[in-house]
């Protein structure tokens, strides 16, 4: 393992919770009662605690990729309605579909936006980017924020080369961004967040696009560029051309066997009810959920929206209802003045969604992958639970998982605390000292973030802070999991209870293990 990885017990001992939090206090008190002929041996210090958990960490901590987490507490008891989006909720899809969105996209702006024909020469490369990460489209830079709007230095890239810490800096006087420079709630700032799960294949072509112009020595504004591949990417959803492709080719595209079909017969048979509203048009949702549940899905469902324009759904109150006939294929001229079991329904509004239904509130349990879209009006302006569906957590669990990433995280925490308590020795000049730990805290929060992604690390967190990404999902969802199939781990009647979080000036407790307890 490389220096710096290696674990060391944290700051404080679980055993003691008295001794766990007095012993940094203990320290400072051995520094101020010093005189100048008996300093702290510091790297003393360094070496008994990296010892001591190189002897003592045994066994990582091990977290069920498939269980459900919970943000806020929710009860199943009190959920009679269930409600689902489609795309990457109902739908899982196989890693081929990012690639044909790329080669689609690629191919739309050599035809219909004329860029260089070489261009059909590059290839998605799936390891690049990671969702949540934003874009400066003044700048032409691909980068990732924390909760604080601080820019995570080593992960701002143009095209696909890095800029350093020093360029960084210079380009944005530091590493805040300003809320004035951020996206506004729906996206419409100069600072624009790739959040859904689409994201990413547009996001390693844009960036591969401009290494192109960079390479070739070809000028570009990288605003034009950006809004040129947003808008092709886009038209390839608009246009058809992607539901089509998919539909043509189920079996590469569509994972069938996730138990969707199990999870709906078994909330039914508990006397729940589900609808379905999506932005994709019936004969593509159709297509997928006969290929995944069977001919007969519809009468899983008390109501079936698709062509829903959200977030527009869930705050336009304009917008009715039009019943859909699935075999003309065309929609209805009538008022609709109810919600019918077995029809179709396009457009419409929550609020005629719940005059005709009834269903609001707490009762109301909804999950998207999308936190905009799909959770934010739901949670914050109707009172529904709200679900995240988040496929790339489990990977991101079964990283954590790995004993050396758990290790280099206890060394990294209990180095900080050495540095910390270092800088208030005044018996001796410790800066020398402090700046050898500092540049080893850099190597190992390197070695970490590289363990998720080369590039951007972890989707959920900075080098320590939540990743802005994460901030949203945190206030937009009550729940969040990797697939919606997870529930089924669970009975229908659970509690979701978050995990206290400590804040920085309360104590730091941690409760024994309770015997004979495994996580589900």
């Known amino acids: ?61 091990q977290i069920n990729p498939h269980a459900i987490f919970a943000n806020n507490e929710t009860s199943l008891s009190e959920i009679d309605i269930y409600g689902f989006d489609y795309d990457y909720t109902l739908a899982c899809y196989k890693p081929e579909l990012h690639h044909l969105i790329f080669e689609l996209g690629r191919e739309a702006l050599i035809q219909k936006y004329r860029y260089p024909d070489q261009l059909v020469n590059i290839e998605y490369c799936p390891d690049f980017a990671v969702r949540g990460c934003h874009y400066d489209v003044k700048k032409g830079l691909l980068l990732k924020l924390d909760s604080f709007h601080n820019i995570q230095l080593g992960t701002v890239y143009r095209g696909t080369k890095g800029l350093s810490d020093e360029a960084v800096k210079t380009l944005y006087g530091g590493i805040h961004v300003s809320l004035e420079d951020m996206n506004t709630f729906y996206g419409t700032g100069p600072m624009y967040q790739l959040v859904d799960l689409f994201a990413p294949p547009e996001m390693t072509l844009l960036c591969n696009i401009t290494d192109f112009f960079m390479e070739n020595g070809i000028p570009y504004d990288p605003e034009y560029v950006f809004h040129d591949v947003r808008s092709a990417v886009q038209s390839v959803h608009n246009s058809g051309q992607l539901h089509s492709q998919i539909m043509a080719d189920l079996e590469t ?71 859909y006939d699935p075999e003309t294929q065309n929609e209805s001229y009538d008022r609709v003045l109810e919600l019918s079991k077995g029809k179709i329904y396009q457009q419409g509004n929550y609020y005629m969604l719940q005059s005709m239904t009834g269903w609001y509130g707490f009762n109301v349990l909804y999950f998207g992958d999308h936190v905009y879209s799909d959770l934010a009006d739901p949670s914050l302006k109707h009172g529904w639970r709200t679900g995240a569906i988040i496929p790339e957590l489990e990977a991101e669990i079964i990283k954590s998982n790995n004993l050396e990433y758990q290790l280099a995280v206890k060394w990294l925490c209990t180095l900080q605390d050495l540095i910390e308590n270092a800088q208030m020795d005044r018996t001796q000049d410790t800066s020398q000292i402090r700046q050898c730990w500092l540049d080893e805290r850099k190597k190992i929060r390197n070695y970490t973030k590289s363990l998720f992604n080369a590039q ?52 730091h407790v941690v409760p024994r293990e309770i015997k004979g307890e495994k996580q589900c």
């Not at 001992?13 to 051995?30: E, G």
């Open 253 to 323: 595209y569509l994972d069938k066997e996730t138990g969707i079909n199990l999870l709906l017969e078994t909330l039914v048979n508990k006397g729940k009810q589900l609808f379905l509203i999506t932005n994709s048009g019936f004969p593509f949702v159709d297509a997928g959920m006969k290929f995944m549940v069977g001919d007969n899905w519809r009468d899983l469902f008390q109501v079936i929206i698709t062509k829903a324009r959200k977030p527009k759904f869930f705050n336009e109150s304009k917008r009715p209802f039009r019943i």
């Open 456 to 507: 951007f690390g972890s989707i959920f967190r900075t080098y320590h802070n939540p990743t802005y990404f994460s901030r949203r999902l945190a206030r937009f969802a009550d729940l969040y999991m990797s697939n919606v199939v997870n529930l089924l781990h669970y009975p229908i009647d659970h509690t979701f209870y978050p995990r206290r979080m400590e804040l920085p000036h309360e104590p």
């Open 1 to 61: 393992m490389q220096t710096g990885c290696k674990a060391i017990k944290c700051f404080f001992q679980t055993t003691n919770v008295l001794h766990k939090s007095f012993k940094k206090y203990i320290i400072l008190q051995r520094v101020f009662s010093n005189s100048a002929t008996q300093s702290t041996d510091w790297w003393e210090i360094y070496h008994r605690q990296k010892k001591k958990l190189e002897e003592s960490f045994k066994d990582p901590v």
